[in-house]
């Protein structure tokens, strides 16, 4: 396949609007530019938004632009498979109404006879031990069905005390968890690539990573917070950019 793929996670768009915000957003835009100019796909790998839960009649009005400019990229012909993270799971059919693909787990793709693995990540590392009895509460359909009775301004405004609170708990990159990352990460994708997956793309982690072992290579998308990366596969080889206003 001649044409291009391109991957990006971790945007943790904001459901509200500020300068930083705009600016991000600016910079998300004049990527889609390059996008639609010609990829086939794209891959969003979880935690596009900073928040979002689906309800039947409204959608969060601060995204509206971001919402357009997704819709623009369908309409110029490239898929958006839109995978939900653990910051924007509830996921209805709005974006399959809007011609995306939806995905509420990881993902097996082969093209070019290359196979795939996609997955947000969250979990996948085993580094917290209550995380797997969370992560099962907040993808628990009767809580999700409480959760959406409450008031949509009430909702988003919990959802972003949860969201701050849980990043200033995240702890400082040190020597140790890099090493502890790595490790886990060297079990992960050796099993990965042991089942015959030639690139296992994460996201999550926020740090921007390409780590090649045992023919097979692991990517982590970094994020769109501070480090503004991007995957994007093209015959064969999978690169990990940083991306760069012309
Ligand atoms: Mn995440």
């Known amino acids: 396949m001649d044409k291009e793929i391109y991957f990006i996670s ?19 835009f004049e990527l889609l530019k390059q996008i639609k100019n010609g990829a086939d796909r794209l891959y969003i790998v979880g935690d596009f938004f ?4 689906e309800y039947k009649y409204v959608i969060p009005r601060h995204y509206f632009d971001i919402l357009c400019e ?13 995978m939900g993270g653990n910051h924007d799971y509830w996921l209805y059919d709005f ?12 993902v097996n793709m082969e093209i070019d006879d290359k196979k795939f693995f996609i ?19 907040i993808r628990n359909p009767l809580i999700i069905k409480l959760f959406r009775l409450l008031h949509p301004d009430l909702a988003y405004r919990i959802a972003r005390l949860v ?3 849980s990043r200033n708990k995240s702890p400082d990159s040190s020597d140790t968890l890099e090493n502890l990352y790595m490790r886990k990460i060297e079990d ?11 690139f296992v793309v994460t996201g999550h982690y926020h740090f921007p990573m390409k780590y090649e072992k045992e023919g097979g290579i692991f990517i982590n998308l970094g994020d769109w917070l501070e480090h503004f990366t991007f995957g994007r596969y093209h015959k064969g080889q999978f690169y990990l950019e940083k991306f760069q206003q012309d």
Request: contains cysteine.
């Open 119 to 137: 997955t947000h990540g969250d979990g996948k590392l085993n580094l917290d031990p209550f995380y797997p009895a969370f992560r099962k509460v």
């Open 50 to 53: 900073d928040f979002w839960f």
């Open 188 to 198: 992960f994708s050796h099993k990965k690539f042991q089942q015959g997956y030639n």
């Open 163 to 165: 969201s701050r609170t």
């Open 10 to 28: 971790d945007n943790h768009f904001m459901p509200f609007l500020n300068e930083e915000e705009r600016g991000r957003r600016q910079l998300f």
């Open 95 to 106: 974006f399959t109404e809007n011609g995306m693909e939806v995905y509420y787990d990881d």
């Open 70 to 82: 997704l819709k623009a990229v369908v309409k110029s012909g490239c898929q958006v498979h839109f």
